[in-house]
């Protein structure tokens, strides 16, 4: 049985059932866990545009909250929308759920 499996999978997500990474990369690399053990992590929402692509999208959300937020780990996408011109995409939306570590807590 893989060590994975010794875990319960409810413990690997969140309440809307997303995956929380920093729990799945513990249990499948277990020498990253004094890394990982004991960090409190923060989610805040961020909603990133481009009128070329869903991934650019959030390319660009990431790229400017790693600007002024250290310590980001992980993201999840939220929501994907966008605009309608004459038929065709003009615009993307994507909000997205960060997580990053906070210095100092335990």
């Known amino acids: 049985m893989k060590s994975a499996d010794t875990h319960d999978a409810s413990a690997m997500t969140g309440r809307d059932g997303g995956v929380d990474y920093a729990a799945r990369a513990e249990v499948l690399n277990p020498s ?3 890394h990982t053990e ?12 481009s009128e070329k692509s869903i991934e ?32 065709k995409v003009s615009h993307f939306q994507v909000t997205l759920k960060v997580g990053f ?3 100092g807590a335990l």
Do not use: C, K, P
């Open 32 to 34: 990253s866990a004094a």
């Open 56 to 87: 650019e999208a959030i390319n660009s959300a990431i790229h400017r909250a790693h600007q002024t937020i250290r310590h980001l780990r992980w993201f999840e996408v939220a929501r994907t929308s966008g605009h309608i011109d004459d038929g």
């Open 101 to 103: 570590t906070m210095e």
């Open 38 to 49: 004991g960090h409190t992590y923060r989610v805040i929402e961020l909603v990133g545009t």
